[in-house]
């Protein structure tokens, strides 16, 4: 997963998590340029799930 496959079509795929993963709002994932870590670190501590389970999860969607 690369910044351009995620900045791309990122409104798509935060509304498929929002309906996988009830609990998201939208702060947990606002993805600005640069901050990709940190939007995955708030994925991970919300979701329980490993950094690699997270881009999994994002890049089937």
């Known amino acids: 997963m690369n910044k351009l496959e995620l900045k791309g079509n990122w409104n798509e795929q ?35 799930k490993t950094k690699e389970e997270i881009e999994h999860i994002i890049s089937a969607l």
Do not use: V, Y
């Open 14 to 48: 935060k509304g498929k998590l929002k309906q996988q993963f009830a609990q998201l709002t939208d702060n947990d994932l606002m993805f600005e340029e640069g901050k990709k870590s940190e939007m995955l670190g708030r994925l991970q501590i919300k979701l329980g």
